[in-house]
């Protein structure tokens, strides 16, 4: 008799992790390698009683209860539909697959559909966490069918990151929904470490802290209204010394990488027509930090100027204030794009439960995330985050901070894409005036696209005079 409450595929770091978390919660569970040596590494270095390990992908299905439960934890793309073939022959109707890798959602809809037509359920899950998540509690967002997510929700709900007695974890929407609050997730990560990295180099580079003294400011901060948990790793990471001398983050080169989901999420913003420009100038600053070579040649030909050291006295707190503000307007950005989704897929994201599932378990978790909560229950109609009471009196308390500190750091040539497109964002929207008019105006000259008129409605179209030679 199957004995097995889930199946996972992937024994890697974050499968191996999450099935082990499982067991820790007395669920059994099957686990399954490609590689068989895999398999058997994972369950003799972790001996637990709820975990067996299997060695080909019949006995492994066969292990399962119906309806089977089968976690693909593999590499994104091409691998889960490869892997998704293997298994059809062994599935039968009502079965489900859960997908818990970084798929993108567009995939994620592809596959639902292809598998709903053979009446077998498919679930693209955003986990979010890294390796201690996975082991001890992550954010998870699962999406799929909602009649069949009550097979899954004890198990997904039970090993997600707790706030209190509630999970962080909660049904987001059908068939690629889940997979899409993830991506944007990590969007709003890269914002978030983008922001962070350009508060470093202004504290560092302008004020001339050394990296003590930055662990000791970070770990300030985290004590109050920016505590998270990357404030948090931050200010370990200053502290952290260096066998060889000095500290680690001075060792490190100034170049970084990305997976792609910040990216996906910044062209996914494109086609909704949405601003996420934060998110959109992080991916761009680490494309940027990957030209080294052309970096250097432009360090030594562009006369950039030196750093000034009449500071204000309350410079830190400046910068704080700075930082607050913006990483209002990146969470504002984020939350704008799952407002278009809905719109745009026709799911029924609730932004109050998603912000929730945040608090704790993820990569983004942070105590300001308790405010966006409270925003969206207040008024789940909530166009911007930035009209929320809450965040609309700290942007107009804050934002002188912001300004200074963006001038300070543009007369300086440090570059802080993020903290310049937070307050971009603030402009655009609280002007009077954008140009969009002129903008008509050249459009219609140039190519008769006509315009609207503030006196009249319709669209016009004029015949323009040249007034002076070309």
């Not at 993020?418 to 140009?435: E, M, R, T, V």
Request: proline content about 3%; charged content about 20%.
């Amino acid at each position: 008799m199957p004995q097995m409450d889930i199946g996972i595929i992937g024994m890697a770091v974050m499968g191996s992790n999450l099935a082990l978390n499982m067991a820790d919660h007395g669920f059994k569970v099957a686990a399954y390698n490609r590689t068989a040596i895999l398999t058997k590494e994972v369950i003799e270095k972790n001996p637990n009683k709820n975990m067996t390990g299997f060695y080909t992908l019949a006995d492994f299905i066969n292990s399962l209860q119906h309806p089977r439960k089968i976690m693909l934890m593999i590499k994104a793309g091409k691998p889960v539909d490869m892997v998704i073939d293997e298994l059809l022959p062994y599935l039968d109707r009502g079965d489900i697959i859960i997908d818990g890798g970084n798929s993108y959602f567009e995939d994620t809809i592809r596959r639902h559909a292809f598998l709903q037509e053979k009446d077998i359920n498919y679930f693209g899950v955003g986990i979010s966490g890294g390796e201690k998540g996975a082991r001890f509690g992550p954010s998870i967002m699962p999406g799929g069918n909602k009649n069949a997510y009550s097979q899954i929700q004890p198990i997904l709900e039970a090993i997600s990151a707790h706030v209190g007695s509630e999970p962080c974890c909660t049904y987001i929407g059908e068939n690629g929904a889940g997979h899409y609050v993830k991506m944007v997730h990590n969007g709003i990560e890269y914002a978030d470490m983008q922001l962070i990295a350009e508060a470093y180099l202004i504290l560092h580079y302008i004020g001339g802290f050394d990296n003590k003294k930055l662990s000791q400011i970070f770990h300030e901060w985290n004590e109050g209204e920016l505590h998270s948990y990357l404030i948090g790793i931050t200010a370990d990471i200053f502290a952290e010394d260096d066998p060889q001398g000095g500290q680690v983050i001075d060792k490190i080169i100034d170049s970084a990488g990305q997976k792609g989901t910040g990216r996906w999420t910044s062209i996914q913003s494109l086609k909704q027509g949405v601003d996420i420009s934060m998110i959109t100038a992080a991916c761009n600053t680490r494309v940027v930090s990957n030209l080294i070579d052309d970096r250097q040649r432009a360090a030594n030909e562009i006369n950039i100027p030196t750093c000034a050291k009449n500071l204000p006295d309350n410079f830190i707190e400046e910068v704080r204030k700075s930082l607050y503000v913006a990483k209002i307007i990146a969470y504002a950005q984020g939350f704008s794009l799952y407002r278009s989704a809905c719109k745009n897929y026709n799911w029924q994201l609730n932004f109050a439960k998603i912000a929730a599932i945040f608090r704790a378990g993820c990569i983004i978790q942070a105590e300001f995330l308790n405010k966006i909560t409270l925003a969206y229950e207040k008024n789940e109609n909530l166009s911007n985050l930035m009209f929320d009471e809450f965040f609309l009196d700290n942007i107009n308390t804050n934002q002188s901070s912001l300004r200074r500190i963006i001038c300070l750091a543009v007369n300086n040539g440090i570059p802080i894409p993020a903290f310049s497109n937070a307050l971009q964002y603030i402009d655009a929207h609280g002007s009077p005036k954008i140009g969009a008019n002129l903008i008509q105006a050249q459009r219609d000259y140039f190519g008769a696209h006509t315009f609207e008129r503030i006196d009249k409605p319709g669209t016009f179209h004029h015949e323009w005079q040249e007034h002076y030679s070309k």
